[in-house]
């Protein structure tokens, strides 16, 4: 069993940044995909990010997530981070974290393929 704890989330206005951040209960990221998704009301749940610990860190975007998010993570503190920045109203969900165990550098991008998942951080974007 793996638990993930999210926060960082808030209100900003249009333009602005927010770094998310996501504590896992593992020792280590070396088994480990970490991923970021977003659900808005009415929507499904959308990837916006992931990343792949190994040899070589990996990571991966959700288009809309692509030139205004960047993933990174600290092994040591067990932390994945989400900085956002050019936030738009459209960016306004919540915010999860998943993990699932790591097969090659293959990042996932289905909700349904993470097997833990964190319970969530609002990001609100005002306009």
């Known amino acids: 069993q793996v638990q993930l704890v999210e926060s960082g989330g808030g209100l900003v206005q249009a333009g602005g940044s927010l770094r998310l951040s996501c504590v896992a209960s593992v020792r280590t990221f070396d088994n480990n995909v970490m991923g970021w998704f977003r659900q808005a009301p009415g929507k499904e749940r959308e990837f916006v990010a992931g990343?792949?610990?190994?040899?070589?860190?990996?990571?991966s975007y959700g288009s809309s997530a692509k030139g205004r998010f960047t993933m990174s993570g600290d092994n040591d503190k067990s932390t994945v981070y989400l900085q956002m920045n050019s936030l738009k109203p459209e960016d306004t969900a919540v915010y999860s974290c998943?993990?699932?165990?790591?097969?090659?550098?293959?990042?996932?991008?289905?909700?349904?393929?993470?097997?833990?998942w964190g319970q969530g951080t609002q990001v609100t974007v005002s306009s």
């Open positions: 990343l792949s610990w190994g040899a070589d860190i990996a990571t």
């Open positions: 998943a993990t699932v165990r790591r097969f090659h550098s293959y990042i996932p991008r289905a909700p349904g393929q993470y097997e833990y």
